[in-house]
């Protein structure tokens, strides 16, 4: 494994690994609630140096894998509405509606353009005042201020054809469902990104009421070991506490600035995820004063219930129940070229980032992690 630069370099890697195999006694389960931490920790090949005691899995971290298919089946809808434009982050028009896709939809002559940003998707509206312009708005509190400051922004600016429909959502309730839900963890790598416009508070339920203790982690290979340290000394001890390990990034109070426009444009609502159904307080839906951009009530649409799935687990994994070897469409007849389900579509799905740094056949690995 060649790892090289500061937050990788080789020897601080083996003091710490050290240190993880002579303190680790028996059986750990750790959850990764980020996407980005499940790139990470695959593309290092971390399992592969961990105590065979210690097992990585991945819980709900990735945005597009959470949203509901009425989502996007009601994105599709607004495709088919006059002189409406929709516009997405690019792994959101891969996923599977109930009957299509926005990409099957865009192949078909559909308008929907893909953006990297909110400011990206009122640029447009500018440009195209005939025509209007509706941005999906999907991911966690790491997203949701931009997507509140876009807002504001274009009504400052006078951008009447900009509009939003919201699938933002924050991270504790599904946390909390994991705990309840019977999911067994002996603690999180809690995300950083999401932790630096927080704060570490919103964690202090896991220890508080469900005695979990967890870690928020920076995404380099040091920060990922540092923090499985950390989390094997709180089991340990049976101390478990919300500690920051990515404290480059994250302070307890957060950035108060941020959370204080995402609160201005958002209100907290109950919201559906995948493998978890609807959890209470877990979305963020536009407040009252948003409703001429509230696509959700300026193009209503039909949306068709969240239909079985098949044969895709996708739901088992993100609720840590099962991981992607034990799908029986992994790398079969699910792949990136051809995904069965959103864990496979987005770049920060389990399926998607195991499938890109594993042997999709190596089952006997997959069972493990
Ligand atoms: S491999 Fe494909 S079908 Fe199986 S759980 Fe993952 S996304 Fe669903």
Redesign the pocket.
């Known amino acids: 494994m060649d790892l090289t630069g500061s937050f990788r370099e080789q020897g601080r890697v083996d003091t710490l690994l050290g240190h993880i195999r002579r303190e680790a006694a028996g059986e750990y389960i750790f959850m990764e609630v980020c996407g980005g931490h499940t790139t990470a920790i695959q593309s290092y090949g971390i399992p592969g140096m961990l105590p065979h005691g210690i097992r990585l899995i991945s819980g709900p971290g990735c945005p597009v894998c959470v949203t509901s298919q009425t989502f996007i089946d009601h994105a599709i809808a607004l495709t088919g509405m006059p002189d409406v434009t929709v516009a997405t982050f690019g792994d959101l028009v891969k996923v599977p509606g109930s009957e299509s896709s926005l990409e099957r939809e865009k192949a078909g002559g559909a308008d929907v353009r893909v953006v990297y940003s909110v400011n990206e998707a009122i640029s447009l509206a500018e440009k195209n005042r005939e025509r209007k312009v509706v941005f999906l708005a999907v991911g966690f509190e790491t997203t949701a201020p931009g997507t509140a400051a876009g807002v504001l922004d274009a009504a400052k600016r006078g951008i009447r054809n900009f509009f939003l429909l919201s699938a933002h959502k924050i991270m504790p309730p599904a946390m909390r469902a994991v705990v309840t839900g019977g999911t067994h963890v002996n603690g999180f790598i809690c995300p950083g990104h999401v932790s630096a416009i927080t704060g570490s508070g919103i964690y202090r339920f896991l220890p508080d009421d469900f005695g979990v203790g967890c870690v928020i982690s920076g995404f380099e290979p040091l920060d990922i070991l540092q923090s499985v340290l950390m989390l094997i000394r709180q089991v340990n001890l049976k101390r478990p506490g919300v500690e920051v390990q990515y404290t480059r990034a994250v302070k307890p109070e957060g950035n108060r600035k941020a959370v204080s426009i995402m609160n201005q444009v958002f209100r907290v609502s109950d919201d559906w995820w995948r493998g978890f159904g609807v959890l209470a307080g877990s979305g963020l839906r536009l407040r009252e004063g948003y409703e001429n951009i509230d696509a959700e009530k300026v193009f209503p649409a039909f949306a068709e219930k969240n239909i079985d799935e098949g044969?895709?687990?996708?739901g088992e994994?993100l609720r840590g129940t099962s991981t992607?070897g034990e799908?029986p469409?992994?790398g079969k007849a699910?792949n990136p070229g051809n995904?069965?389900?959103?864990?496979?579509v987005s770049s920060e799905g389990a399926?998607n980032v195991y499938f890109k740094y594993r042997n999709p056949h190596d089952t006997a690995y997959h069972k493990k992690y």
């Open positions: 044969d895709c687990i996708c994994i992607p799908c469409l992994f699910c995904p069965a389900g959103a864990c496979m399926c």
